[in-house]
């Protein structure tokens, strides 16, 4: 008898493929360190397998709102219709700060996978351009809204972390 992989249905929770894109979210962060900007990365994954990237561009187009996950939601939101969308997750690098969160509720994402959590990405950044980070979970952003965005993570975190290592300490 051969053995048989079987996905958990709870979308709280981390499967092998799940894994499989996140470690591609990290690519994506790598990507877009090595153009010079901040280590973030963010992969959408429809029901039809359909895959839309984004990557972090807050220094080389000089926004600041140009985060990796909101750059994403900007191009899947132009690509896939709502309903895609809902059926959707949402693969990071980096758990969503509250603005990337604001933005996949309003885009109607209907699930979030994130590597590295905010209070780990708080602990390698003290502070950036002399401000702290923000404490404020994806999780406590979405619980706050009308509908559910499931949340699972975090995960492979070790290997999320491993590209921000150096950077920051660079940047402060």
Same mark, same amino acid.
């Given at each position: ?8 249905? &709870? %979308? *709280? ?8 894109? #996140?470690?591609? $979210?990290?690519?994506?962060?790598? /990507?877009? @360190? ?28 000089? &926004? %600041? *709102? ?8 900007? #191009?899947?939101? $132009?690509?896939?219709?709502?309903? /895609?969308? @809902? ?51 994806? @999780? ?33």
């Amino acid at each position: 008898m051969s053995a048989v992989t079987i996905e958990p249905t &709870d %979308p *709280t929770i981390v499967s092998p493929a799940d894994e499989e894109h #996140l470690r591609h $979210a990290i690519e994506v962060a790598r /990507r877009s @360190r090595a153009e010079g900007n901040h280590p973030f990365g963010a992969v959408l994954v429809a029901p039809d397998g359909a895959v839309v990237e984004g990557t972090n561009s807050v220094v080389t187009a000089g &926004d %600041p *709102t140009g985060h990796a996950e909101t750059n994403l939601v900007r #191009l899947a939101s $132009a690509r896939l219709a709502p309903e /895609r969308l @809902r059926l959707s997750t949402l693969y990071t690098s980096t758990e969503p700060c509250a603005m990337c969160a604001g933005a996949i509720y309003w885009s109607g994402i209907g699930r979030v996978v994130y590597a590295l959590s905010e209070q780990g990405l708080a602990a390698m950044v003290p502070s950036q351009d002399g401000e702290p980070t923000m404490d404020l979970p994806c @999780r406590e952003v979405f619980a706050r809204g009308g509908r559910t965005v499931h949340v699972a993570g975090p995960a492979l975190v070790a290997d999320a972390a491993e590209v921000h290592r150096g950077f920051w300490d660079a940047s402060s």
